[in-house]
């Protein structure tokens, strides 16, 4: 395992030495794992520890991969060869944002939440990076946060702006404000 990987699952390791207070607001249960974008091959080989992590902690662990989310999606769509063919007939293709794709996306994760769960879960979202010019991290983490009553994890390839509490995603898109207790791999 890669040293920084290593860091930040032995940060992930100690955040869960502290005990689960109940009643917290949503955004106060959102945990962002950053790492590195170059690091994306090696999280995904090393993702176990941090399961095997939550394991010893007493948790639940349920990974999700949203990788092939998009092309699952795509392959549902009865026009999806015109949509090839002319992109900009997605709604939302020109903001970044595909609005059939984010809802349905959203409601897909809500209901596997839901059937899969439970307080003591950690939920975590891995191959959010995908999701790059599709749906914003932050528009799915809002709209399923109120769906977790344990812990959502977001294995995030990009930076954290301590200072603004602002994230950028693939270091590529101007950041976003988001109160989520950032993970980092420290020194």
């Known amino acids: 395992m890669s040293s920084r990987i290593q860091k930040l699952a032995a ?8 005990p689960w207070q109940v009643g917290l607001a949503a955004i106060q249960r959102v945990v962002f794992a950053v790492y590195d974008k170059a690091d994306e091959l090696r999280l995904r080989a090393n993702v176990e520890e941090f ?4 394991s010893q902690a007493g948790k639940h662990w349920l990974l999700i991969d949203l990788t092939n989310a998009f092309p ?30 984010v809802s349905d996306l959203i409601a897909r994760l809500k209901t596997e939440i839901a059937a899969q769960s439970g307080p003591d879960t950690v939920v975590a979202l ?21 769906s977790i009553t344990g812990r959502l994890l977001v294995f995030f390839p990009g930076e954290h702006h301590p200072e603004h509490h602002s994230y950028r995603l693939l270091d ?10 950032p993970l980092l791999a420290k020194d």
Not at 13 to 18: K, N
Not at 51 to 54: P, S
Not at 126 to 146: D, Q, W
């Open 11 to 18: 940060a992930y390791r100690q955040h869960l030495t502290v």
């Open 51 to 54: 399961a095997l992590a939550t």
């Open 72 to 101: 699952d999606w795509m392959m549902e769509q009865k026009y999806r060869d015109a949509y090839f063919e002319s992109p900009e007939d997605l709604a939302g293709y020109p903001t970044g944002e595909l609005t059939g794709f």
């Open 126 to 146: 891995l191959g959010v990076g995908t999701l790059f010019g599709l749906a914003r991290v932050s528009t799915v983490v809002e709209g399923i946060k109120e």
């Open 172 to 181: 590529a898109r101007d950041g976003w404000n988001y109160l989520a207790v």
